[in-house]
């Protein structure tokens, strides 16, 4: 769970070099929904990178304001990308992606999920050569009990990431406002993998 304590810029700053002198790669993502104070505030995690497990190394709140001149005081490390997770106020995390300029990569908590280099985006399934894909799609199952965001590939749909909706099916006050929150991630994480590739992002949320 986030901290309350919401730290100012220098602090963060400070922190996120403390971690990466080591010179391994590490991901800064800025995510959240909600705030621990009267200010709009987003949740971030510095998480440690590498061929196994990401750890999350740092999990905090900075005020909304400060994102812009956070990053800007962090480019250009080399051991850092700087992206986005889907975390709401204080669960856990299931996807962590750059948003960067450097080859766009995808995250879960068990490990490398994709990799985009010159000529193929590279998944869990294989590897797809990038002029097969004509476009990325986030999606919500008709039963509201599944988010995705999908490859459009040689016309048929490749998943790339996705996860489980319980809550709409077992909580009867589950309405359109929480299946926004909720589905926001797909958009979230689908914008940028597009741009990556250069290929039509596709909201079919209808959120």
């Known amino acids: 769970m986030a901290a309350a304590k919401v730290p100012g810029r220098a602090e963060v700053v400070e922190r996120v070099d403390r971690w990466i002198r080591s010179g391994s790669p590490h991901l800064l993502a800025f995510g959240g929904f909600g705030s621990p104070i009267a200010e709009p505030c987003d949740r971030i995690g510095l998480l440690e990178l ?3 497990r990401p750890r999350v190394l740092e999990d905090l709140w900075v005020r909304s304001a400060e994102r812009g001149a956070l990053v800007a005081a962090l480019s250009g490390r080399p051991a850092l ?3 986005a997770w889907n975390v709401l106020y204080a669960d856990g995390w299931g996807y962590a992606w750059t948003e960067d300029e450097r080859p766009f990569a995808l995250w879960e908590p068990q490990g490398r999920v994709v990799e985009l280099d010159a000529d193929a985006l590279h998944t869990r399934h294989g590897r797809i050569a990038r002029r097969r894909i004509t ?5 919500i199952s008709p039963s509201w009990d599944e988010f995705s965001v999908v490859a459009i590939v040689d ?5 790339i990431a996705r996860a489980d909706n319980p809550a709409a099916a077992l909580d009867p006050t589950y309405d359109g ?3 926004m929150v909720d589905a926001g991630w797909t958009v979230e994480l689908g914008r940028p993998l597009a741009a990556a590739l250069g290929v039509a992002f596709v909201d ?3 959120t």
Do not use: S, Y
């Open 135 to 139: 476009a990325i799609e986030a999606r």
């Open 177 to 179: 406002i929480n299946l």
């Open 81 to 83: 990308r700087i992206g």
């Open 204 to 206: 079919r949320t209808g």
């Open 155 to 159: 016309g048929e749909v490749d998943v």
């Open 50 to 52: 590498g061929d196994g």
